[in-house]
């Protein structure tokens, strides 16, 4: 029994095409451009494309009454070193980098969360 | 020969995935956009020590709505909190007169009140309404949270009680009967205000909307093509907006307890803000989140953390017998535990890591 040229030519076109279709979400997650957004209190602060990051960008947003956020976007996701918060949820939090996560310092009223046309799937997280 | 069949029977099976598959996939992602014109609009907002987003999926004219909206939050807020340095609250005054005088209530924090008791009647004092002694020793907001004194919990413990907790209906009148108690509604206050909010949306037209008060869920409606509602939970193990599973909802409410949502760690070891007032503690049962689906948001409230505080067994043996309610469980180890209500049909895990238990 021998393959001919024509049948392992079709065997392996198939082979690339049904691989390709299971690792289609894997390949294509970043067709779309990732951002990470800033909110204070609801209104937005500053957008970040990770896409034009050349390194990575370290800022402090000074906040009312002597607060303050100090914020590292690098070009695989975005982190808060320190804030001045009780709670240090946003610092606890960690990287950022996959659409629809976010950080939110509840004292200082920030929000930062990736948008990216994954999180597309769902309406809302409960949390 | 033989290889030539081989490789037709593969043509064949390969233009039957994509015709089953192709057709499919499209068909679900293409309505949402097509279908209904309307962008949903959302507003971000920080109350009740939390961060209030509401989106609404009908025409609106202008943002009228979304004023009424948050101002009654932050009425119920006022009336209703024992954190807020406020001579509003209703709930400071009645713990300010403990021991000594029944206070006048208004009718909705008489209402609140009424719900927190009926659960911790429910639970057997599992979940305690009167858990306030205790909760403000934790401390678990607070810059530098540390682990409280074991005889200061103990010597806290005997003000948990809710039986000490005296509702006169016909006068909307409550009193506590020991010095030195507290009432916290914070594990359902929250429910209600989603509640509260849900029903001016309702008188002001609005058909289709996602209330989301601090991660709880009220849903009004379907979405505006009529499909469900569909909800990430959250995963326990990774940050905020990270999903192991997508909830269907209809006109319903989804409300999440765990113990990764507030906690600090002493000594390599966590406490979270699930206190158990049987022990002063934070509870220990091996769950990592439970989350209800039911119709009112202040029952949701109220029994994802009571069910937690039950346990597996025990909670689940009170959803089962729970109208309209379903709760799934979760696990430190991701088995997921669901009530019986619960099929593939709204409820399916996307995160292989966390496996379904039958």
């Not at chain 1, 049948?7 to 198939?14: A, N, R």
Request: with cysteine; aromatic share 10%; glycine share 6%.
């Amino acid at each position: 029994m021998k393959f001919k040229k024509g049948d392992i030519l079709i065997f392996i076109f198939l082979l690339i095409a049904v691989i390709g279709w299971f690792l289609q979400d894997s390949i294509w997650t970043d067709v779309d451009k990732k951002i990470a957004i800033i909110e204070i209190d609801g209104e937005i602060y500053n957008t970040i494309f990770f896409d034009n990051l050349k390194d990575k960008q370290e800022f402090t947003i000074d906040l009312p009454d002597n607060n303050y956020i100090y914020i590292t976007s690098e070009k695989d996701g975005i982190y808060v070193n320190d804030a001045s918060c009780p709670d240090k949820v946003c610092e606890k939090t960690g990287k950022i980098s996959k659409a629809g996560q976010n950080i939110v310092c509840l004292p200082n009223k920030v929000v930062i969360y990736i948008q990216g046309a994954n999180e597309k799937n769902i309406d809302d997280v409960s949390y | 020969m033989y290889f030539k069949k081989l490789s037709q029977a593969i043509i064949i099976l390969f233009l039957l995935i994509f015709t089953i598959t192709g057709c499919s996939i499209p068909l679900e992602t293409i309505p949402e956009k097509a279908k209904d014109n309307i962008e949903p609009v959302a507003k971000t907002t920080f109350l009740m020590g939390t961060i209030v987003k509401i989106t609404i999926f009908d025409k609106l004219e202008n943002d009228a709505v979304f004023t009424k909206v948050f101002d009654r939050i932050e009425e119920i807020e006022n009336k209703m909190t024992i954190n807020k340095n406020t001579d509003k609250s209703e709930i400071i005054k009645l713990n300010n007169a403990a021991g000594k005088d029944f206070v006048q209530l208004s009718p909705e924090t008489f209402y609140v009140l009424e719900k927190g008791r009926h659960f911790s009647v429910l639970s057997n004092g599992q979940f305690d309404i009167t858990i306030g002694p205790i909760v403000k020793l934790w401390n678990i907001d607070k810059e530098n949270a540390s682990v409280p004194d074991d005889t200061l919990i103990k010597n806290k413990l005997p003000l948990v009680n809710y039986r000490n907790l005296l509702l006169n209906k016909t006068e909307l009148k409550a009193k506590l009967l020991k010095e030195k108690m507290i009432v916290d509604l914070g594990a359902i206050a929250k429910g209600y205000a989603a509640d509260e909010v849900a029903k001016i949306l309702k008188e002001n037209g609005i058909k289709h909307a996602i209330i989301n008060l601090g991660g709880n869920i009220l849903t009004l409606g379907t979405k505006p093509d009529g499909t469900l509602w569909r909800l990430g939970l959250q995963d326990p193990y990774e940050p905020r907006g990270d999903y192991m599973a997508i909830v269907k909802l209809n006109n319903q409410t989804l409300v999440s307890s765990g113990t990764y949502e507030k906690y600090f760690e002493q000594n390599g070891k966590r406490y979270h803000h699930i206190i158990d007032p049987q022990t002063g503690y934070p509870a220990e049962n091996n769950l990592i989140s439970v989350s209800i689906i039911t119709r009112k948001s202040i029952d949701g409230d109220a029994l994802s953390t009571a069910i937690f505080l039950l346990g597996l067994e025990k909670g689940m043996k009170l959803i089962e017998k729970s109208p309209d309610t379903e709760a799934i469980f979760i696990t430190n180890d991701k088995k997921v535990y669901v009530s019986s209500g619960i099929n593939e049909d709204i409820f399916k895990i996307v995160d292989d890591q966390y496996k379904l238990q039958k």
